[in-house]
């Protein structure tokens, strides 16, 4: 079974304070690890997707990084607006096309 | 371009009622998806439509859930009868045929009294 697990569960940051979230998978062969950002009361949004160990995206203060085992989501000098839930997902070969596995998420808040 | 809509926003039933959620989703958008997202928890996929047929249905508890998409385009769930574990939010989701990048809608937040 498919498997996402993701730390810290919660993390507190001062404004310009850099730091990373973990997202360790276990899957049956890897499509592709996405990452997404979802504020309160709001469907998830796209981030980035990695297919391959050894890729990194990057989209403003946000840099992610994926091994064969785990994803990492770094965030340089963060800033009150980057406060929400971030949100990794896996796909595996041999599942249909489009099925994510969650993993429960972090929930960042950054202070000013 | 416009999102994904979802109707209604909240809902709030007694247990053993009925509910239905509607979405639409955005335009030429071949692939639906509807997730269930416990609080403190991620999205889990209960179905997945390819235009009006069903990809992947495997987590949809059958004896109470039912999910239609008629011409293709906009898709109704259902909860009948619906359970205190059912307390949710409700998220509808497309993307293009054999896309990855889904496209997610505000969601239902469903609380079963």
């Known amino acids: 079974e498919d498997q996402v697990t993701q730390s810290p569960e919660a993390l507190r940051l001062q404004e310009g304070e850099s730091s990373s979230l973990n997202c360790s998978y276990t899957?049956?062969?890897?499509?592709?690890l996405f990452w997404y950002r979802q504020d309160p009361g709001k469907g998830p949004e796209f981030l980035f997707t990695?297919?391959?160990a050894g890729e990194e995206k990057e989209k403003e203060r946000l840099k992610a990084t994926l091994t064969k085992k785990e994803s990492f989501l770094h965030i340089t000098a963060p800033k009150p607006e980057d406060s929400a839930t971030y949100l990794c997902?896996?796909?595996?070969?041999?599942?249909?096309?489009?099925?994510?596995?969650f993993g429960q998420g972090t929930i960042l808040t950054v202070h000013p | 371009e416009a999102g994904v809509a979802q109707s209604p926003r909240y809902k709030i039933i007694e247990k053993r009622q009925s509910v239905a959620f509607w979405c639409n989703p955005i335009?030429?958008?071949?692939?639906l998806y509807w997730y269930q997202q416990i609080l403190g928890q991620g999205p889990k996929l209960l179905i997945q439509?390819?235009?009006?047929?069903?990809?992947?249905d495997s987590q949809l508890p059958k004896d109470r859930f039912s999910a239609e998409r008629l011409k293709g385009v906009d898709s109704t769930l259902k909860i009948q009868p619906a359970k205190l574990e059912d307390s949710a939010v409700y998220l509808c989701?497309?993307?293009?045929?054999?896309?990855?990048?889904?496209?997610f809608g505000p969601g239902t937040r469903l609380t079963v009294t």
């Open positions: 990695l297919y391959s």
């Open positions: 997902a896996v796909q595996a070969r041999g599942t249909s096309y489009g099925k994510l596995t």
């Open positions: 335009s030429g958008h071949a692939t």
């Open positions: 989701a497309s993307s293009l045929a054999h896309s990855y990048e889904q496209y």
């Open positions: 439509f390819q235009n009006n047929g069903v990809v992947d």
């Open positions: 899957v049956s062969g890897l499509r592709g």
